[in-house]
């Protein structure tokens, strides 16, 4: 079954970036044929959709809290799934994840799906 892995976060100052990472936590798995979104979680609050990725032209969606100073991208030669932070900001601090779902359309991405595979999270603060 396929389980994924989040790395890149950590302490960052307002204004700063960070890049996170997601890919298969084994081998033998491919992201190629799934969408792959990130999520994140607040402490006290709920789950907040990021952004997503479609597996094929690269379609992206963004949560209307980080549009304009996040970024989505895939690498599928390498299986991974990045997410550039930019203009960081202290409500960003949260738990992220990472999680795949199998497309119901292959050239898009909907936070709604039924993402069956996830990341164990990565903590990001954004603290000065």
């Known amino acids: 079954q396929l389980q994924l892995v989040e790395s890149g976060g950590g302490l960052v100052q307002p204004g700063g970036s960070l890049r996170l990472s997601c890919a298969p936590a084994?081998?033998?798995?491919?992201?190629?044929?799934?969408?792959v979104a990130w999520f994140r979680q607040a402490p006290g609050k709920g789950r907040e959709p990021v952004s997503c990725?479609?597996?094929?032209?690269?379609?992206?969606r963004y949560g209307e809290s980080v549009k304009g100073r996040f970024a989505i991208s895939r690498v599928h030669a390498n299986e991974t799934v990045y997410l550039q932070m930019n203009s960081l900001k202290p409500e960003d601090t949260a738990t992220y994840y990472c999680?795949?779902?199998?497309?119901?359309?292959?050239?898009?991405?909907?936070?709604?799906?039924?993402?069956?595979?996830w990341g164990q999270g990565i903590q990001v603060t954004v603290s000065s």
């Open positions: 999680a795949a779902a199998v497309p119901s359309v292959p050239t898009m991405c909907l936070f709604t799906w039924d993402f069956h595979a």
């Open positions: 084994g081998p033998g798995f491919t992201l190629g044929h799934l969408a």
């Open positions: 990725i479609s597996n094929i032209n690269n379609y992206r």
